[in-house]
């Protein structure tokens, strides 16, 4: 098989055949090229996703009230429920399995902010030290809201760079003081959020306790947001049953009631997401297969076209001693050799195109193409073999025709 | 050394069979320069393609130097080929992407013999055709009759004991075919059988026997122009 002959008569063969060799090689390299593009493309399209979901913990419950719309114990429907500091320390006190935990108040309406001369509307955010982990805040500066803040109702604030660039100018926002609907603030923190939704930047964030306290929001909260830890879908979905079944007994509401309050698990969401993925990944592949059944189809083609050509050449070689399984190994080694040098050089082409171009292409659900190497090298030898086995099946008929029938072939 | 009792053969096409050899019996001693002669159609062809194991035949008995030749493997065939039958074709048939030094050597290369002896032989063999200065050319870039010596080199190298040449002349001018005839002369005074199958009675004429087919029989045969000899 690694006979130092036959492969100088393989390399004489190709190099004055150059044509035919292109050929073949072109319909591998092509399929491996645009396998490569295609697996790192969504590869990259994965990546971006990804990421937009890193900037939010992926494995938390937000929790927030809504209006019973089925009778209960002899109650009517259509009752507001109203969340209270009392339903989120009952929920933190008696559900297993939360990580991090965070009730929010909100304050609606036009909240003007203002530092000297310059002022804003913004959003508040009335939380506990926690919800930075929750939201996953990148804090650039200072401190984020601390339990002494809330213990002490403490009138400090942690502000996005979006509100200190409007309000600060320039000036640094460490340790100013803020008014906020008239109280002052005194800022602690910087942070910022890769999140895309402007709305997560557009806000400063208040210790719940002073909040319900300056503002007169009594012990009202709006949102209970906790994070479930590693804790698996079924594990999460469990968890988020029981927070619901202490708050209908709380509130005494229908537990099935779809209305009552409102539960976004987002790790269920992101297992969407993963599921979603996963669909896009198998059409990159069921793409991915065809274009390597494409390239099958054309080695096959021109292997055929090969042998055809070759006919009349296998019957001078038969007339001359060659035996069957010589004509047939020498076709066949030329066509693994071009196929496995043509597959390596679209492997390493279509590399090259995904670290030059793909790395310079950064947007939102775009990021970092990258291949899995292994993978291309088994499509890299899945169409070595297919183009072999296509050189074989017409090889084995034209080294088995009698050498009169080939040499006859003009 | 060619030994043929009763041979038939004939070709189905659809639902049509031709019968083109009707029992030919025909013994060839070692050393012989024979000719076979006959119209189209008569199948002089077919007879030298058996004789060089290149087709099978129905009936009849086959036997090349004492071996019988039947239903061999194709393997076999090869070997068999190889070793005691060299070619010549009308059409030169040497492959086109070889040059004149390469299609010389190729039988060489399934003897397993090395590339850079094979090539030295196959030198030798084209300075014996005059040919020494054209081993790097490659066959379209050559005459008919330089093509038709190279070929015969391709067909000696291997020391056959049998030359099978099918129209060797066919396509070539007179001058140029009467040096080929005595090239194939040169060879066949060596020892080595030679058979050629021609159309041309000038040709057929350098050769020491004559045989003449018609509608796939023995019509005559004739011995160096005197009468005819029956088997």
Redesign the interface.
Same mark, same amino acid.
């Given at each position: 098989m690694f006979d130092r002959d036959k492969w100088q008569e393989i390399f004489s063969t190709i190099k004055k055949n150059k044509l035919r060799t292109f050929l073949t090689g072109f319909s591998v390299a092509w399929g491996i090229f645009m396998l490569i593009i295609l697996l790192g493309s969504g590869k990259g399209l994965q990546n971006g996703v990804s990421k937009e979901f890193a900037s939010s913990a992926t494995n938390t419950i937000w929790v927030w009230s809504g209006q019973t719309s089925l009778p209960y114990k002899g109650m009517k429907p259509g009752r507001n429920i109203q969340l209270e500091n009392k339903d989120y320390e009952e929920v933190k006190a008696s559900v297993r399995g939360i990580d991090k935990s965070s009730s929010r108040y909100n304050i609606w309406g036009n909240n003007t902010l203002s530092y000297k001369k310059q002022n804003g509307s913004f959003n508040i955010r009335n939380v506990y030290p926690d919800y930075a982990d929750i939201e996953k805040l990148i804090i650039v500066k200072g401190r984020f809201i601390n339990q002494p803040d809330i213990e002490h109702f403490r009138k400090t604030t942690t502000i996005s760079t979006q509100v200190e660039e409007a309000l600060f100018k320039g000036e640094d926002p460490m340790g100013k003081y803020i008014n906020v609907n008239g109280v002052p603030f005194k800022v602690v923190g910087l942070f910022t959020d890769d999140d895309s939704r402007d709305e997560n930047m557009r806000t400063i964030y208040l210790p719940i306790s002073t909040a319900q306290r300056v503002f007169s929001g009594d012990n009202r909260i709006n949102t209970i947001a906790i994070t479930v830890g590693d804790a698996s879908v079924t594990e999460s979905k469990e968890i988020e049953k029981e927070v619901r079944a202490r708050l209908a007994t709380l509130h005494k509401f229908d537990p099935s009631d779809p209305r009552a309050i409102f539960i976004w698990n987002s790790l269920e969401e992101f297992q969407k997401f993963m599921r979603l993925f996963a669909s896009i990944q198998m059409f990159i592949w069921v793409i991915g297969f065809g274009t390597i059944i494409a390239g099958i189809v054309g080695v096959s083609n021109i292997m055929m076209i090969v042998v055809k050509d070759r006919t009349k050449e296998i019957g001078i070689r038969k007339a001359m001693g060659a035996t069957p399984f010589s004509i047939v190994s020498l076709i066949l080694q030329e066509a693994v050799l071009i196929t496995s040098f043509a597959g390596y050089i679209g492997l390493v082409l279509g590399v090259v195109v995904l670290e030059t171009v793909g790395s310079n292409i950064e947007s939102q659900f775009f990021s970092q193409p990258s291949v899995d190497l292994r993978i291309a090298l088994y499509a890299l030898l899945l169409l070595v073999l297919s183009g072999a086995l296509a050189g074989f099946i017409p090889a084995r008929k034209a080294a088995a025709i009698k050498p009169i029938e080939a040499l006859r072939d003009e | 050394m060619i030994q043929l009792t009763n041979i038939h053969k004939s070709y189905t096409t659809g639902n049509n069979s031709l019968h083109v050899l009707k029992g030919i019996t025909l013994k060839i001693e070692q050393g012989e320069f024979v000719s076979i002669m006959g119209s189209s159609g008569s199948g002089k062809s077919t007879l030298l #393609?058996i004789l060089?194991i290149? &087709? %099978?035949y129905d009936e009849g008995e086959y036997f090349l130097d004492n071996a019988y030749i039947r239903n061999q493997t194709?393997?076999k065939a090869?070997?068999l /080929? #190889?070793?005691y039958i060299g =070619?010549v =074709?009308q059409s030169f #048939?040497?492959?086109s =992407?070889?040059n004149a030094m390469?299609n010389v050597a190729?039988?060489l +290369? +399934?003897? &397993?013999v090395? /590339?850079k002896k094979r090539n030295r032989i196959a030198m030798e063999y084209l300075e014996r055709m005059g040919l020494q200065e054209w081993a790097e050319y490659m066959p379209n870039e050559l005459s008919g009759g330089q093509k038709q010596r190279i070929a015969i080199a391709?067909a000696i190298i %291997?020391k056959p004991r049998v030359i099978l040449a099918d129209e060797p002349t066919g396509a070539l001018d007179t001058a140029t075919s009467y040096e080929v005839m005595q090239l194939i002369k040169e060879i066949n005074a060596e020892g080595i059988t030679v058979i050629l199958v021609t159309h041309e009675n000038d040709i057929a004429h350098m050769t020491k026997r004559i045989i003449r087919l018609r509608d796939g029989q023995i019509e005559s045969e004739v011995l160096n122009g005197k009468p005819p000899i029956i088997n």
């Amino acid at each position: 098989m690694f006979d130092r002959d036959k492969w100088q008569e393989i390399f004489s063969t190709i190099k004055k055949n150059k044509l035919r060799t292109f050929l073949t090689g072109f319909s591998v390299a092509w399929g491996i090229f645009m396998l490569i593009i295609l697996l790192g493309s969504g590869k990259g399209l994965q990546n971006g996703v990804s990421k937009e979901f890193a900037s939010s913990a992926t494995n938390t419950i937000w929790v927030w009230s809504g209006q019973t719309s089925l009778p209960y114990k002899g109650m009517k429907p259509g009752r507001n429920i109203q969340l209270e500091n009392k339903d989120y320390e009952e929920v933190k006190a008696s559900v297993r399995g939360i990580d991090k935990s965070s009730s929010r108040y909100n304050i609606w309406g036009n909240n003007t902010l203002s530092y000297k001369k310059q002022n804003g509307s913004f959003n508040i955010r009335n939380v506990y030290p926690d919800y930075a982990d929750i939201e996953k805040l990148i804090i650039v500066k200072g401190r984020f809201i601390n339990q002494p803040d809330i213990e002490h109702f403490r009138k400090t604030t942690t502000i996005s760079t979006q509100v200190e660039e409007a309000l600060f100018k320039g000036e640094d926002p460490m340790g100013k003081y803020i008014n906020v609907n008239g109280v002052p603030f005194k800022v602690v923190g910087l942070f910022t959020d890769d999140d895309s939704r402007d709305e997560n930047m557009r806000t400063i964030y208040l210790p719940i306790s002073t909040a319900q306290r300056v503002f007169s929001g009594d012990n009202r909260i709006n949102t209970i947001a906790i994070t479930v830890g590693d804790a698996s879908v079924t594990e999460s979905k469990e968890i988020e049953k029981e927070v619901r079944a202490r708050l209908a007994t709380l509130h005494k509401f229908d537990p099935s009631d779809p209305r009552a309050i409102f539960i976004w698990n987002s790790l269920e969401e992101f297992q969407k997401f993963m599921r979603l993925f996963a669909s896009i990944q198998m059409f990159i592949w069921v793409i991915g297969f065809g274009t390597i059944i494409a390239g099958i189809v054309g080695v096959s083609n021109i292997m055929m076209i090969v042998v055809k050509d070759r006919t009349k050449e296998i019957g001078i070689r038969k007339a001359m001693g060659a035996t069957p399984f010589s004509i047939v190994s020498l076709i066949l080694q030329e066509a693994v050799l071009i196929t496995s040098f043509a597959g390596y050089i679209g492997l390493v082409l279509g590399v090259v195109v995904l670290e030059t171009v793909g790395s310079n292409i950064e947007s939102q659900f775009f990021s970092q193409p990258s291949v899995d190497l292994r993978i291309a090298l088994y499509a890299l030898l899945l169409l070595v073999l297919s183009g072999a086995l296509a050189g074989f099946i017409p090889a084995r008929k034209a080294a088995a025709i009698k050498p009169i029938e080939a040499l006859r072939d003009e | 050394m060619i030994q043929l009792t009763n041979i038939h053969k004939s070709y189905t096409t659809g639902n049509n069979s031709l019968h083109v050899l009707k029992g030919i019996t025909l013994k060839i001693e070692q050393g012989e320069f024979v000719s076979i002669m006959g119209s189209s159609g008569s199948g002089k062809s077919t007879l030298l #393609n058996i004789l060089g194991i290149l &087709d %099978s035949y129905d009936e009849g008995e086959y036997f090349l130097d004492n071996a019988y030749i039947r239903n061999q493997t194709e393997t076999k065939a090869a070997a068999l /080929r #190889n070793r005691y039958i060299g =070619f010549v =074709f009308q059409s030169f #048939n040497l492959i086109s =992407f070889k040059n004149a030094m390469e299609n010389v050597a190729l039988p060489l +290369y +399934y003897q &397993d013999v090395p /590339r850079k002896k094979r090539n030295r032989i196959a030198m030798e063999y084209l300075e014996r055709m005059g040919l020494q200065e054209w081993a790097e050319y490659m066959p379209n870039e050559l005459s008919g009759g330089q093509k038709q010596r190279i070929a015969i080199a391709r067909a000696i190298i %291997s020391k056959p004991r049998v030359i099978l040449a099918d129209e060797p002349t066919g396509a070539l001018d007179t001058a140029t075919s009467y040096e080929v005839m005595q090239l194939i002369k040169e060879i066949n005074a060596e020892g080595i059988t030679v058979i050629l199958v021609t159309h041309e009675n000038d040709i057929a004429h350098m050769t020491k026997r004559i045989i003449r087919l018609r509608d796939g029989q023995i019509e005559s045969e004739v011995l160096n122009g005197k009468p005819p000899i029956i088997n």
